[in-house]
Protein backbone atom coordinates (compact mmCIF):
# COMPACT_ATOMS: atom_id res chain seq x y z
CA UNK A 1 0.00 0.00 0.00
CA UNK A 2 1.17 3.34 -0.88
CA UNK A 3 0.90 6.45 0.71
CA UNK A 4 -0.87 9.54 -1.16
CA UNK A 5 0.90 12.46 1.61
CA UNK A 6 4.77 10.31 2.76
CA UNK A 7 4.86 9.35 6.02
CA UNK A 8 1.68 8.39 7.89
CA UNK A 9 3.10 6.66 10.80
CA UNK A 10 3.68 9.18 13.44
CA UNK A 11 5.13 6.00 16.04
CA UNK A 12 5.76 2.45 16.44
CA UNK A 13 4.98 -0.07 18.95
CA UNK A 14 7.63 -1.92 19.85
CA UNK A 15 6.50 -5.53 20.01
CA UNK A 16 9.49 -6.53 22.45
CA UNK A 17 11.11 -9.62 23.86
CA UNK A 18 6.87 -11.34 24.56
CA UNK A 19 2.87 -11.05 24.42
CA UNK A 20 3.23 -13.03 28.11
CA UNK A 21 2.76 -10.68 30.94
CA UNK A 22 4.28 -13.28 33.48
CA UNK A 23 7.18 -13.18 31.74
CA UNK A 24 7.82 -9.68 32.09
CA UNK A 25 9.25 -9.07 35.43
CA UNK A 26 12.07 -11.55 34.40
CA UNK A 27 13.13 -9.63 31.48
CA UNK A 28 13.05 -6.91 33.10
CA UNK A 29 15.07 -8.04 35.99
CA UNK A 30 17.94 -9.95 33.49
CA UNK A 31 17.85 -6.51 31.92
CA UNK A 32 18.62 -4.55 34.78
CA UNK A 33 21.36 -6.33 36.13
CA UNK A 34 23.19 -6.60 33.18
CA UNK A 35 22.50 -2.98 32.48
CA UNK A 36 24.03 -1.91 35.71
CA UNK A 37 26.97 -4.35 35.35
CA UNK A 38 27.48 -3.03 32.37
CA UNK A 39 27.69 0.31 33.66
CA UNK A 40 29.44 -0.32 36.62
CA UNK A 41 32.23 -2.26 34.92
CA UNK A 42 32.70 0.28 32.13
CA UNK A 43 32.38 3.59 34.21
CA UNK A 44 35.27 2.21 36.83
CA UNK A 45 37.36 1.54 34.09
CA UNK A 46 37.06 4.91 32.86
CA UNK A 47 37.79 6.41 35.98
CA UNK A 48 40.37 4.15 36.90
CA UNK A 49 42.45 4.83 33.70
CA UNK A 50 41.53 8.30 34.32
CA UNK A 51 43.20 8.69 37.53
CA UNK A 52 46.18 6.29 37.23
CA UNK A 53 49.40 7.57 36.16
CA UNK A 54 50.32 3.85 36.05
CA UNK A 55 47.76 3.87 33.24
CA UNK A 56 48.69 6.11 31.03
CA UNK A 57 49.23 4.08 27.81
CA UNK A 58 48.27 3.82 24.51
CA UNK A 59 46.50 0.27 25.58
CA UNK A 60 44.67 2.16 28.28
CA UNK A 61 43.72 5.30 26.52
CA UNK A 62 42.01 2.99 23.75
CA UNK A 63 40.12 0.71 26.63
CA UNK A 64 39.14 4.32 28.33
CA UNK A 65 37.64 5.05 24.40
CA UNK A 66 35.72 1.89 24.57
CA UNK A 67 34.22 1.83 28.00
CA UNK A 68 32.74 5.32 27.35
CA UNK A 69 31.68 4.13 23.76
CA UNK A 70 30.06 0.82 25.66
CA UNK A 71 28.23 3.29 28.02
CA UNK A 72 26.68 5.05 25.25
CA UNK A 73 25.67 1.74 23.69
CA UNK A 74 24.10 0.54 26.55
CA UNK A 75 22.30 3.25 27.56
CA UNK A 76 20.61 3.90 23.47
CA UNK A 77 18.73 1.09 23.91
CA UNK A 78 18.45 -0.42 27.77
CA UNK A 79 16.84 1.83 29.54
CA UNK A 80 13.91 2.66 27.20
CA UNK A 81 13.41 -1.15 26.37
CA UNK A 82 13.21 -1.87 30.60
CA UNK A 83 10.55 0.70 30.35
CA UNK A 84 9.05 -0.43 27.84
CA UNK A 85 8.86 -4.12 29.55
CA UNK A 86 6.62 -2.90 32.32
CA UNK A 87 4.49 -0.36 30.29
CA UNK A 88 1.97 -0.72 28.01
CA UNK A 89 1.25 -0.01 25.26
CA UNK A 90 5.31 0.03 24.10
CA UNK A 91 5.40 3.60 21.76
CA UNK A 92 8.01 5.19 20.39
CA UNK A 93 7.39 8.13 18.04
CA UNK A 94 8.96 7.66 14.97
CA UNK A 95 11.60 10.35 14.58
CA UNK A 96 12.64 9.63 18.34
CA UNK A 97 13.23 5.81 16.21
CA UNK A 98 15.43 7.33 13.69
CA UNK A 99 17.08 9.05 16.20
CA UNK A 100 17.56 6.39 18.50
CA UNK A 101 19.07 3.81 15.31
CA UNK A 102 21.67 7.17 14.53
CA UNK A 103 23.29 6.55 18.05
CA UNK A 104 22.70 3.08 17.76
CA UNK A 105 24.76 2.87 14.81
CA UNK A 106 27.32 5.66 15.63
CA UNK A 107 28.36 3.41 19.14
CA UNK A 108 28.10 0.52 17.67
CA UNK A 109 30.38 0.96 14.89
CA UNK A 110 32.81 3.07 16.55
CA UNK A 111 33.01 0.21 19.24
CA UNK A 112 34.07 -2.03 16.18
CA UNK A 113 36.81 0.16 14.92
CA UNK A 114 37.97 1.09 18.10
CA UNK A 115 38.51 -3.20 18.71
CA UNK A 116 40.35 -3.03 15.49
CA UNK A 117 42.98 -0.41 16.80
CA UNK A 118 43.35 -2.33 19.89
CA UNK A 119 44.49 -5.36 17.85
CA UNK A 120 47.28 -2.67 16.12
CA UNK A 121 48.25 -1.94 19.58
CA UNK A 122 48.65 -5.43 20.21
CA UNK A 123 50.51 -5.78 16.92
CA UNK A 124 53.08 -3.11 18.10
CA UNK A 125 53.27 -4.20 21.48
CA UNK A 126 54.01 -7.77 20.85
CA UNK A 127 55.88 -7.41 17.28
CA UNK A 128 57.76 -4.21 17.81
CA UNK A 129 57.70 -3.28 21.38
CA UNK A 130 61.47 -1.30 21.23
CA UNK A 131 58.99 1.33 19.05
CA UNK A 132 56.00 1.01 20.93
CA UNK A 133 55.92 4.35 22.54
CA UNK A 134 56.74 6.25 19.12
CA UNK A 135 54.49 4.62 17.20
CA UNK A 136 51.24 4.37 19.34
CA UNK A 137 51.94 8.12 21.38
CA UNK A 138 49.04 9.85 22.06
CA UNK A 139 48.22 11.98 19.31
CA UNK A 140 48.63 9.00 17.37
CA UNK A 141 45.93 7.23 19.55
CA UNK A 142 43.91 10.53 19.44
CA UNK A 143 43.64 10.90 15.52
CA UNK A 144 42.72 6.95 15.72
CA UNK A 145 39.89 7.32 17.65
CA UNK A 146 38.43 10.37 16.56
CA UNK A 147 38.45 8.58 12.50
CA UNK A 148 36.99 5.63 14.24
CA UNK A 149 33.99 8.14 15.15
CA UNK A 150 34.08 10.16 12.49
CA UNK A 151 33.26 6.63 10.19
CA UNK A 152 30.50 5.88 12.41
CA UNK A 153 28.90 9.21 12.18
CA UNK A 154 29.21 9.49 8.57
CA UNK A 155 27.81 5.24 8.17
CA UNK A 156 25.10 6.13 10.34
CA UNK A 157 23.55 9.77 8.68
CA UNK A 158 23.72 7.38 5.35
CA UNK A 159 22.06 4.40 6.93
CA UNK A 160 19.09 6.91 8.58
CA UNK A 161 18.94 8.83 5.65
CA UNK A 162 17.88 6.36 3.33
CA UNK A 163 15.21 4.83 5.98
CA UNK A 164 13.58 8.59 6.13
CA UNK A 165 12.76 8.27 2.19
CA UNK A 166 11.07 5.30 2.84
CA UNK A 167 7.62 5.28 3.56
CA UNK A 168 5.22 3.25 6.55
CA UNK A 169 1.76 2.94 6.27
CA UNK A 170 -0.89 0.93 8.27
CA UNK A 171 0.54 -1.70 10.66
CA UNK A 172 3.24 0.18 12.91
CA UNK A 173 4.17 -3.07 15.19
CA UNK A 174 7.89 -3.25 15.02
CA UNK A 175 8.88 -6.51 15.87
CA UNK A 176 12.51 -6.29 18.13
CA UNK A 177 12.72 -4.42 21.21
CA UNK A 178 14.04 -0.86 19.89
CA UNK A 179 14.29 0.59 16.85
CA UNK A 180 16.78 -1.61 14.29
CA UNK A 181 17.20 -1.76 10.36
CA UNK A 182 16.08 -5.01 9.32
CA UNK A 183 12.68 -4.58 11.29
CA UNK A 184 12.17 -1.42 9.81
CA UNK A 185 13.06 -2.28 6.47
CA UNK A 186 10.41 -5.29 6.88
CA UNK A 187 7.80 -2.77 7.71
CA UNK A 188 8.03 -0.30 4.99
CA UNK A 189 5.34 -0.06 2.35
CA UNK A 190 8.14 1.49 0.13
CA UNK A 191 10.87 -0.46 -2.33
CA UNK A 192 13.52 -1.41 0.16
CA UNK A 193 16.34 -2.44 -3.02
CA UNK A 194 18.38 0.51 -2.76
CA UNK A 195 18.62 0.05 1.41
CA UNK A 196 19.14 -3.75 0.71
CA UNK A 197 22.11 -2.70 -1.67
CA UNK A 198 23.80 -0.44 0.48
CA UNK A 199 23.33 -2.35 3.22
CA UNK A 200 25.97 -5.23 1.71
CA UNK A 201 28.30 -2.69 -0.69
CA UNK A 202 28.84 -0.25 1.76
CA UNK A 203 28.03 -1.81 4.97
CA UNK A 204 29.93 -5.19 4.50
CA UNK A 205 33.31 -3.17 3.81
CA UNK A 206 32.51 -0.83 6.94
CA UNK A 207 31.64 -3.62 9.15
CA UNK A 208 33.87 -6.19 7.75
CA UNK A 209 36.61 -3.91 7.08
CA UNK A 210 37.89 -3.85 10.59
CA UNK A 211 37.54 -7.69 10.83
CA UNK A 212 39.61 -8.46 7.72
CA UNK A 213 42.49 -6.10 9.42
CA UNK A 214 42.05 -8.06 12.92
CA UNK A 215 42.03 -11.17 11.47
CA UNK A 216 45.40 -10.27 9.17
CA UNK A 217 46.71 -8.32 12.45
CA UNK A 218 46.22 -11.30 14.62
CA UNK A 219 48.20 -14.22 11.55
CA UNK A 220 51.30 -11.51 12.15
CA UNK A 221 51.00 -11.31 15.80
CA UNK A 222 50.99 -15.26 15.64
CA UNK A 223 53.75 -15.78 13.21
CA UNK A 224 56.01 -13.68 15.44
CA UNK A 225 54.45 -15.28 18.84
CA UNK A 226 55.50 -18.80 17.61
CA UNK A 227 59.08 -17.62 18.09
CA UNK A 228 59.03 -16.84 21.58
CA UNK A 229 59.79 -18.82 24.51
CA UNK A 230 57.03 -21.03 26.43
CA UNK A 231 56.71 -18.36 29.05
CA UNK A 232 55.99 -15.74 26.92
CA UNK A 233 54.07 -17.32 23.94
CA UNK A 234 51.80 -18.47 26.97
CA UNK A 235 52.07 -13.82 27.95
CA UNK A 236 51.08 -12.67 24.55
CA UNK A 237 48.27 -15.50 23.92
CA UNK A 238 46.96 -14.63 26.76
CA UNK A 239 46.59 -11.25 26.17
CA UNK A 240 45.13 -11.81 22.63
CA UNK A 241 42.86 -14.39 23.30
CA UNK A 242 40.10 -12.26 25.10
CA UNK A 243 39.61 -9.70 22.98
CA UNK A 244 39.64 -12.62 20.08
CA UNK A 245 36.67 -14.15 22.02
CA UNK A 246 34.79 -10.90 22.32
CA UNK A 247 35.54 -9.97 18.45
CA UNK A 248 33.97 -13.16 17.25
CA UNK A 249 30.80 -12.82 19.17
CA UNK A 250 30.35 -9.25 17.87
CA UNK A 251 30.57 -10.09 14.19
CA UNK A 252 28.73 -13.38 14.41
CA UNK A 253 25.98 -11.20 16.07
CA UNK A 254 25.85 -8.77 13.33
CA UNK A 255 26.24 -11.13 10.11
CA UNK A 256 22.64 -12.87 11.88
CA UNK A 257 21.12 -9.28 12.64
CA UNK A 258 22.38 -7.43 9.53
CA UNK A 259 23.40 -9.68 6.56
CA UNK A 260 21.18 -12.09 6.18
CA UNK A 261 18.38 -11.22 3.62
CA UNK A 262 15.40 -9.32 5.24
CA UNK A 263 12.85 -11.64 3.80
CA UNK A 264 14.41 -14.26 6.11
CA UNK A 265 14.35 -11.96 9.24
CA UNK A 266 12.28 -13.57 11.78
CA UNK A 267 11.93 -11.30 15.51
CA UNK A 268 12.96 -14.16 17.28
CA UNK A 269 16.37 -14.65 14.93
CA UNK A 270 16.96 -10.91 15.86
CA UNK A 271 15.94 -10.62 19.31
CA UNK A 272 18.67 -13.31 20.42
CA UNK A 273 21.61 -11.50 18.05
CA UNK A 274 20.55 -8.21 19.56
CA UNK A 275 20.54 -9.02 23.04
CA UNK A 276 24.37 -10.45 22.34
CA UNK A 277 25.61 -7.09 20.62
CA UNK A 278 23.67 -4.56 22.80
CA UNK A 279 23.96 -6.07 26.41
CA UNK A 280 26.60 -9.18 26.29
CA UNK A 281 29.47 -8.12 24.50
CA UNK A 282 29.43 -4.26 26.28
CA UNK A 283 28.39 -5.58 29.47
CA UNK A 284 31.37 -7.96 28.85
CA UNK A 285 34.28 -6.14 27.53
CA UNK A 286 35.63 -4.45 30.58
CA UNK A 287 35.21 -7.30 32.32
CA UNK A 288 37.34 -9.29 29.57
CA UNK A 289 39.74 -6.90 28.67
CA UNK A 290 40.78 -5.00 31.65
CA UNK A 291 39.45 -5.86 34.89
CA UNK A 292 41.50 -9.50 34.57
CA UNK A 293 44.48 -7.57 34.43
CA UNK A 294 47.04 -6.85 36.80
CA UNK A 295 47.81 -3.56 36.71
CA UNK A 296 44.03 -2.75 36.67
CA UNK A 297 43.17 -4.64 39.87
CA UNK A 298 46.66 -3.07 41.47
CA UNK A 299 45.00 0.39 40.20
CA UNK A 300 41.60 -1.03 41.64
CA UNK A 301 42.76 -1.45 45.42
CA UNK A 302 45.35 1.99 45.35
CA UNK A 303 41.69 4.08 44.15
CA UNK A 304 39.83 1.88 47.02
CA UNK A 305 42.91 2.53 49.32
CA UNK A 306 42.24 6.24 48.84
CA UNK A 307 38.76 6.39 49.65
CA UNK A 308 38.93 4.29 52.46
CA UNK A 309 41.37 6.46 53.76
CA UNK A 310 39.48 10.07 53.00
CA UNK A 311 36.59 8.19 54.87
CA UNK A 312 37.92 7.27 57.97
Same mark, same amino acid.
Given at each position: ????????????????????????PLYFIACLLMYGAGLLGNIVMFILISVD? /? #???????????? &? @??? +? $?? *????????????????????????????????????????????????????????????????????? /? #???????????? &? @??? +? $?? *??????????????????HQPLLQLSSSDITLNEV???????????????????????????????????????????????? @???????????????????????????????????????????????????????????????????
Amino acid at each position: MDCENGTDVVEFVLVGFSSQPEQQPLYFIACLLMYGAGLLGNIVMFILISVDA /H #LQTAMYFLLRSL &S @MVD +V $GF *LTITVPQMMVHILSSPKIIPFYSCMAQLFFFYVFGVTDMYIVSVMALDRYVAICNPLHYATVMNQKVCV /H #LVAGCWIIAILN &S @MLH +V $GL *LLRLKYCGDNHLSHFFCDHQPLLQLSSSDITLNEVIIYFEGIPVIFGPFVFIVITYVCIVAAVVKFSASGRRKAFSTCSSHLT @MVGLFYCAATGAYFLPTSNYSSQRGTVFAIMYTLITPMSNPYIYSLRNKDVQKALRNLLGRVSVSHS
